[in-house]
């Protein structure tokens, strides 16, 4: 048989996505494993949310609805924007499709020709690097370091721009890192963008989960050339905690919408629509379970990063939002741990699955080495499980 498309063969499946399969069958096997690995909220959908899928089962609300989503949902986007980022939109220029992780993939579609390059910050969320591929771009990574809060500066974007750069992709705050660009760290960044003709993908799925009354500001906020070049990334997953609901959106310029909903309409089609009418509820009803989980993971990020930091050979920086923190583990290489000697941070995941029974992600699929991603999106029962056992897996308590 003829080979596969040569494109395709570079695909890798998500590290994330695998480990935390791998997860949830060593659970549903009854093993005692704690799940540190996928980024998914550990709380039920709001009532509220759950009751507007439920009114549009019985209402026979299942039919297609526009492509780009229906009206009414891409309005309480709108409206969304506008109350939490001080965006003005319209309609036209929201696009919904089946999560975020699909608006990032139809963006890309819309932006790149084959050999394009696109700038992409590490560490960096592992869906960007192979999405950038999977349409025929060049990911150029720029490292950003620890001792930086993991975020690059102007210097080191324009540094990176070459004739064939066509975007930046960001996330704020970020996954892997939980940093949080301030809007003059931003508008450093964007001022380039703007010199240089690049588009910018503002990924800005976490923007509700930032703490210690630190400020979210939207890459678009900062300008009207800002927002015409920039293509915001949002979507129910994290906010309401309705990852398996599949709902993601993007704000972008008009044209960009327009070709990104083109895509829609001969793929996928619109998401869901009873999914699409439980978004709707839970961008127009009311907020506060977003702020209660928000203080939730604030106590789990606060209980979490003080653990690390007091285990010794271990440590991690304190991360602004998001649900995530970055272990180093630099101290533990070449050692054996778990009867097999850590020569990367994958050895360490793997053994800290096998013989510590927790589950992480190694970040060398996010571009950095010597790092480890926990994700603090775990029952406090669970944060206090595993890092009882790192500490017992490491065999050292105190600094
Ligand atoms: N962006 C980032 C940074 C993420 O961590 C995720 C993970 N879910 C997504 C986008 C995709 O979210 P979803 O497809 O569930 O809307
Ligand atoms: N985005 C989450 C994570 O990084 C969920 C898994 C995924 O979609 O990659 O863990």
Redesign the pocket.
Known sequence: MKDLSRIALEVHASTTLQVDALYKKMKSEGIDVVGFAA?EPDFNTPSNIKEAAIKAINHNQTKYTPASGLLSLRQAVVNRLKADCNLDYTPEQIVVAS????N?YITLCSLINSGDEVILPAPY?VTYDEVIKMVGGIPVIINAKESDDFKINSKQLEANITDKTKLLIL?NPS?PTGMLYSANELKALIDICIKHDLYIIS?E??YQFVYDNKKFTSVAALSEEAKERTII?N?V??TYAM?GW?I?YSASNFTIAKTMGNYLSNSTSAPSTISQLAAEEALNGPQNSVYEMRDIFKERRDYIVNRINNIKDVSCSKPDGAFYVMLNIEKLIGRELGGRIINNSDDFAMAFLEKGLVATVSCIGFGCKDFIRLTYAASMEDIIKGMDRLEKFIGTKDK
């Open positions: 980024g999560g975020a992780k699909h990032i969320w996330c996954n990924d799925i976490y990334i979507g997953s994290k990852t599949r993601g």
